[in-house]
């Protein structure tokens, strides 16, 4: 019985921690990279963690809903632990595995040189067979990633439409 008490607590106090120093305080980074989207993008449509990533996916749905955003942000752009970057589909909610818009298809499965060819965007890392991240060396082209696959989603929907 003890020992269960002293496993329960230490999950508590796990979870504890986690809720106090990572989740609460990337509400507010969340918040700003919403706030300030538009110099990332015209569109709207990507956001950026300059800090690198952290827990956003909740907060991003609630503060799309308490900002009332009217464009629904597709990407998050972000650094990873080694200094590469990366770009990350919007689920449709918190914790589902379908995107807002997922990576084309075209690109996924593909890695290095044979991505940064078939995309145009030298420096690709990868994009996951499942569409929903891609890697890229650069912030720069992370961003062009997430770019060409707003264009690519459009140009589709035009022809789609036409």
Known sequence: FWKAVEMVGAEFLDRLHFYWK??????QLVEMAIL???KVDESGEIV???AGGCPWKEHLFTLEETLSIDKAIKYAIFTDQKGSWRVQCV??????F??????????????DEALSSHCGIPGCVFVHSGGFIGGHSTRDGALEMARRSLK?????????TA
Do not use: D, I, M
Not at 22 to 27: K, N
């Open 98 to 111: 379908e995107n807002r818009l997922s990576l084309p298809e075209s690109w996924r499965g593909l890695r």
């Open 91 to 96: 689920p449709v909610a918190v914790h589902s």
């Open 152 to 160: 690519a989603a459009a140009s589709q929907c035009s022809v789609a």
């Open 48 to 50: 950026e963690f300059q």
């Open 36 to 38: 300030s989207r538009h």
């Open 22 to 27: 990572a989740w609460l305080p990337a509400r």
